[in-house]
């Protein structure tokens, strides 16, 4: 069954469980009140999805899209040879109180561990230690020039001295980038000694169209770049991207293939998709949200258990003969328990 875009939910629903005399506008704040409660309530068909990330340092961030890594095989050599194996996830402060976070000394405490939480970082990528890059805001293919307006904020800081946000990006340590329709907006060659980002901040008007904010790498031929920002467009949107530790003590080329818990992002355009395409239960979710704004608790959450329910039968259909098993073993080894009868 194919998922809905905005407007195919709109059609179907607003007219049956819309406010009184909403218009589309109004409608879609609805929706975006009511959705992100359903992305959160379980692992729905369609919330989880696999993703391919390559990584040569000790960090990797999960897509702007992605709550959270299920499940993960790391591929520790950039052969064609495949050596992928289970890799498992802890907490963000596990190795903390065990051994501390991975020293870059020598005595490599991380490789003891799997895959680490470490938070939410303000970039994508990081950039590498002992370079000094600029930035550059460009467009996302396959637009080719920046929205003719918009404004984003920028902290950056080459170790001693942090931009001026009130500052054009074309003056000195200027961190304020003002889209104009062009191809691209960099920093000026005085400030090629950018060395890190606390902050990446949208303004309060919405861009037309998504745009990125990439590191370039200071006197490099052919010129090497990193991304610092994607899908930079949602009106007061700060950057946070999920970032994870993983031991890399030689910096190679390692792949990680992950399954990803889907994040509820904003919905902007009538022609975003909505993953969640159970009609049913995302009708019973907006009535629910009226029904807690008019301070009806009781109707509010039998609308919400009810959409639950209809939730997990769609997972029980789309699973079909694909469900999962639970198996013990007295032994706790793995081993093969004989019939002792």
Not at 239 to 260: G, P
Request: charged share 20%.
């Amino acid at each position: 069954m194919a998922t809905l875009t905005v407007q195919g939910v709109e059609d179907a629903l607003l007219d049956v469980c819309g406010s009184k005399g909403a218009n589309s506008a109004q409608f879609l704040k609805e929706l975006n009140l009511a959705l992100p409660r359903l992305y959160n309530m379980g692992m729905w068909r369609d919330l989880v999805f696999e993703h391919v990330a390559t990584t040569t340092a000790s960090t990797f961030t999960i897509p702007d899209n992605a709550e959270s890594i299920i499940s993960a095989l790391v591929d520790t050599d950039g052969s064609s040879t495949d050596y992928s194996y289970p890799n498992p996830v802890y907490s963000q402060h596990h190795d903390y109180r065990l051994a501390g976070r991975n020293d870059r000394a020598g005595e490599h405490t991380l490789s003891a561990f799997g895959i680490v939480d470490d938070g939410y970082s303000a970039t994508v990528e990081e950039p590498v230690n002992g370079k000094t890059y600029s930035l550059r805001l460009a467009p996302i293919s396959p637009s080719t020039n920046l929205p003719a307006s918009g404004v984003i904020y920028v902290t950056f800081s080459d170790g001693t001295n942090t931009s001026k946000i009130g500052t054009d990006e074309s003056s000195e340590d200027g961190g304020k980038f003002t889209c104009d329709g062009t191809t691209g907006l960099n920093t000026v060659l005085v400030t090629d000694d950018i060395t890190s980002i606390s902050e990446i901040r949208v303004d309060t008007t919405e861009l037309a169209a998504p745009v990125q904010l990439l590191w370039v790498e200071t006197s490099s031929s052919p010129e090497v770049t990193r991304v610092a920002a994607t899908s930079l467009r949602e009106k007061n949107q700060v950057t946070r991207y999920r970032r994870y530790r993983i031991d890399n003590r030689n910096s190679k080329t390692m792949s990680l293939r992950l399954l990803l818990k889907r994040k509820f992002r904003k919905l902007i355009d009538s022609t975003d998709v909505v993953y969640l395409s159970s009609i049913n239960a995302i009708k019973h979710a907006l009535l629910g949200n009226t029904a807690e704004e008019n301070a009806d608790l009781e109707r509010a959450n039998y609308h919400w258990a009810v959409c639950q329910s209809l939730l997990e039968e769609q997972l029980d259909a789309h699973r079909g003969a694909a469900k999962p098993m639970i198996t013990f073993d007295p032994s706790g080894v793995g081993a093969y328990t004989s019939n002792m009868m």
